[in-house]
């Protein structure tokens, strides 16, 4: 039986100029890859070039260290940013919750069924009662509860940092974490942490915004998977979807729904992050699916 040929994904941004694509793939070429697949997008607004492409080595495959080296002088001549990610590699993924399983029970069945490529390191939470779901699946789980006298909030994020750091997290996931994150912890962590708002964002944003949806009569509710930033519910947007809500229905009725919305648009935003299809910039996506 033959090794898999390794395969790398290349994500670049630059400004837009001709022949940035002949040189991405003439570059790719030279060391003996063959693209499988590629796709970008032109930001005409901005002047910008988006691209990602996956490529495959049936020998010789470089790392990504090399590949990063080799790729400087490219780079420097179009003034790229860009990220090299090793497709088999799965990444390791912290999930943080409250109270509320429903998003933690659907990320697990995912990954146990190998719908989502990554290695659940840890869960950890502010309260305890998930912590049967987490073990279940033989996942470790971390109570760091916040304490007022011991610290109050800050040192409990201080806890969640350590813990992240020392294993190695690539990804923290808010699977319906209902605390919020310090300015500082979401710079140190930009761009790797996924959370996942009940409601159709910009509307709604902060708490119960069933309720207020509620209060609002609205024809229909959504959830927003985001990157997290310091400012609230305002990150670059993953994903999104919404489904239609009557005046029949009670405020239990659209968290119902919107728990079912919560479970598949989290799962998504994770899969695209995961297969490395997400370039986040100024304050926005772009989503290569």
């Keep these: ?46 002047g910008l070039f988006l691209q990602r492409v996956e490529v495959e080595f049936e020998e010789g495959a470089p790392d990504g260290y090399e590949l990063s080296d080799a790729l400087r002088p490219l780079a420097e001549r179009f003034a790229m940013t860009w ?79 350590e813990l992240l750091a020392a294993n190695d997290i690539d990804l923290v996931v808010l699977a319906r974490y209902m605390q919020i994150l310090s300015d500082e912890f979401c710079r140190r962590w930009a761009g790797r942490v996924i959370n996942i708002h009940h409601s159709f964002l910009p509307a709604f944003k902060g708490a119960r915004p069933y309720h207020r949806a509620h209060d609002r009569g609205v024809k229909i509710i959504g959830a927003t998977a985001h990157y997290a930033t310091a400012d609230l519910d305002e990150g670059p947007i993953i994903v999104q979807d919404v489904t239609p809500v009557s005046h029949r229905d009670e405020v239990a009725d659209l968290i119902r729904k919107g728990r079912d919305l919560e479970r598949t648009v989290l799962a998504d935003a994770v899969r695209l992050h995961l297969e490395h299809r997400v370039l986040a910039y100024e304050n926005r996506t772009v989503v290569f699916d």
Excluded: Y
Excluded at 150 to 156: F, K, N, S, T
């Design 83 to 161: 990220s090299i990610h090793l497709a088999r590699r799965r990444p390791r993924v912290a999930l943080l919750v409250s109270k509320d399983g429903h998003c933690l029970s659907d990320l697990l069945a995912r990954v146990e069924q190998g719908e989502l490529a990554a290695e659940v390191a840890l869960v950890a939470s502010n309260h305890d009662v998930l912590r049967p779901q987490a073990e279940r699946v033989g996942v470790p789980f971390h109570h760091l509860p916040i304490d007022p006298d011991a610290g109050g909030r800050p040192d409990q994020e201080r806890a969640i940092d």
């Design 1 to 46: 039986m033959t090794d898999q040929p390794e395969r790398i994904v290349l994500l670049l941004r630059c400004p837009d100029r001709p022949g940035i694509v002949a040189a991405v793939a003439e570059f790719l070429q030279r060391r003996g890859a063959n693209i499988v697949h590629a796709d970008q997008h032109t930001d005409r607004e901005r």
